[in-house]
Every structure is written in C-alpha cells, then in structure tokens.
C-alpha cells in the first residue's frame, strides 16, 4: 500500500511536470482571419502565356495570364507533398518541381504522384487590377 | 617523480586503476574482416569533427528568418577561415551519415547484431536516425530557397504518419507552415535536443561494445583468433585511419566549398533541379515513382507507410537475423543486406540524376 502510494506520488508529480512541458512545445494556435480575395498586381504586369506567384493569405496563389483576356487562378500548394508549382509556357501546364506533378490549366491532374487537383479560384479585372478570390 | 606524483594523486581521488586495467586488457580480434572495424571509429570522429566546427559556426549564426541567411553569407565571405569552418561542417555531416551506413552494412554483413547484441544494433540504429535528424534539422538552417523547400517536403511527410501525423507536422513547423517559427525549433533541436540524445546514446552504444567486446563473424571459429591489443596497437591504427579521413574532408572543403545557394522566398515556386540530401534520395525518387492512387488508396501515403514498416523491419534485424539457437541466418542476411545495398545505391543515382 504504502509503494502504491509513494510510486502513484512519483508519477503524479512527473506528470505535472511533464504537462506544461509539452504544452509549451504545441505551437500556439493562432487564428488569422480568412482571406478571401486578394489584389495580384496590374494587368500588364503579366504578358500572356506566363504565370506569377502571388501571396493568397499566409498561402501562394498561382496567377496564370493564358491569353489576352483569359486568366486563371489556383492555389499554388501542390496537393503531393506542399511544394510550390509553376507555370510551364512551354507545354501550358502547371508543374511542380518537387516530384514532377504535372496540372492541367482547369487544375486536373495529368501526371505524376499529386493525389488531386488544385483548388482553382476566380479571377476578375477591374480595371488595371487583376483581384482573385476563393470560389463560393 | 613529480609526474609520477600527480598520477598518484589523480588516482587516488578518481580511482583510475580500472580504467588503466580496461586499457591494458582490452584487445581487438585479428581476422579477414578487422579491417571494418574502423568504421565505428571514424564515425565518432566525423561526429567530434560536427561538434567542434558546429560550436565554431554558432559564434556567428543567428537563428531568424531576416538574418539566417545573411549570417551564414557573413561567415563564409567576412570571417576569416569561415568559408573553410562550415564548408568543413557540411562535408563532415555527409561523410559521417555515408560511414555511418558502411558501418551499419559492415555489421550486418559480419552478423555482428546476433545476442548478445541486439542493443548495441538498436542503439546505433536509433544513433543513424539522431544523424538523419542532424541532417534534416541543419538543412533548414542557412534559410535558403532548397533547404526551404525540402523542410516543407518532410514536414509533410511526417503529416502522413498515422494518428499523430498532424500533429506530428504542427510540433515540427511550430505551426502549420514552415517559416521563422520551424527555423528556431530546428536550430533547438540542432544545437540542443539531438546533441544531448547522441551523447546519452553515443555512451550507451560504446558501454555495450566495451561489454560485449569486439564480435567475430560467424564464419571465423573465435577459439584460436588472434588479438591485438587495443591499446596502442589498434589505437594508433585507428588514429592513422582518421588523419587519412581528415586529409579526405579537408580536401573536399577546401576544393568542393559548399554552397549557399539562394535566400528562401516562401512566395515562389520550388526551384527546378530541387532534390533532398543525397541521404533522402532514394525515397525521394521512390515517392516520385509511386502513381497518384493504388487502388483506393492514396500512392503518397501508402509510399511512406512502407517506408515506415521497411525502418521497422530493418531495426528489428537482431530477431529476424537469427535462428532459434541464436545463429546468424547468414544467407537470408546476407542476400538482403545486398537487395537493400543495390536498392538504395541504385534510387540514390537515378535520384540525383532524374
């Protein structure tokens, strides 16, 4: 009884040692508030056939100028392994360096290990300004 | 005498007639393959190498995300001998993890993990893991655009591990993206926390050698093996051994200066080329083979669960290796160890090629 009592002590008081330890190593959550929309720079910015990173939040966004007046928008976290893709003007895919994932221009995947597409988003010109926002 | 004296002294308050005694009697045995021996040995010189090149950077190095990268420009372009110090600190760090390898093949090869020494396997299978952490932790901390990336990759591999994997990745990132908060964890666990599991480990695994002695292979009956004495006999050609590998390390630094590539952007795309530590290669290269789905499954993820069960599989060799008599099944080992030898070597290259 009594080593019951001095071991269940012992481990008590490890215990309550331990836990603030590991709460300390748990990074604080820290809540940001949602992005939803973002300015990506001026229209001219971007020649057609080519593509820019542009910040989305704490994540980057894929800005993809296709034709003179056509624009795609994505989100430019590789769904394999959370690199950052680019866009190839060679074969108009987008690609992602890491582990050779190959994306469509609708974000479909067409080869490579990524297990789905990217998330796409909505592209709207006002004006000079190209703004991208997150799909209802 | 006064040396003599001071002997005396040192003696009496330290009590160091047992260590004289271990010096005196230990011996190392003579056959084909003594010459492997070495490999444990220059494997804890690389590492005594890491420390003191390691202490030598911290003078300079600051750990945030505005000033990693520019210290670690600072110490190879404005500190005297800094090019020199980390490039031998990077070298050093590969060369240690490829004789940490030769020395675990050397092992199973030589069927030196069968009892009494299923601990000294573990142990230096959980001290090749800590040198993997090294590799992964240090990688990360000149903040360039490669090593940015490649954190990135692993902390997202480490989100696959079943049950805990996100908050596995969470505890690594300090947070859900890699950036200053992963760049100050890292440098802890660089300079802090995996030092001081090494240390504790490193005199586990050298507690255990020195209690179970050198072990024979299987194949050399041990009544009749001659032995050398360790010391000086084997010492000094254990010394010689580690001035030939020091000549090797400074060669490379001095001819082959690692680079520090470019500052990390965390808003650009992974750069063209990007490949991890030559260590990481051949699961690298696996995970680039492995088809987006198998089945219904997800090809990522099942990838690094094999990984995962091939570790376990390879650390519990000690109870596979050996037949109920606690024989070394030496050609089961053996021809393993070689379909393992070609896989990662063949991975490695079409990695670093591909």
Redesign the interface.
Known sequence: MLSWLLGGGAFASFASFLYPVIRF???PR?TEAPVNEVAAGKVQDLKPNSGK???FG???A?LVRVSETEWKAFT?VCT???????YLDSSRQIW?????GMYDLSGR?VS????RPLEEYAVNVRGEEVVISRRA | MPERRAADWLDDRLGLGAVRELIEHKTVPVHSATRWYYFGGITLFLFAIQVVTGVLLMFYYRPTVAEAFDSVRFIMTRVEFGWLIRSIHSWSANLLIFVAFIHMFSVLFTHAYRPPRELTWWSGIALLGLMMGFGFSGYLLPWNQISYFATKVGADVAASTPLIGAALARFLRGGDEVGGATLTRFFAFHVMVLPLLTAALMGLHLLLIQKSGMSTPPWIPPAGVRQMKFFPNFFLREAMVWYGALAVLGALAAIFPWELGEKADPFASAPRGIRPEWYFLAQFYTLKLIPSHIWIFEGELLGILAFGVLALWWTLLPVWGVNRAGEARTRLVAGLGVLMVAYLSVFTILGYLK
């Open positions: 190593l748990e990074p820290i990173i542009v910040r704490a994540k980057p894929l430019a394999h392994l959370n690199c950052t893709v680019q992602c360096a890491c582990h050779n995947v490579g290990p990524p297990p």
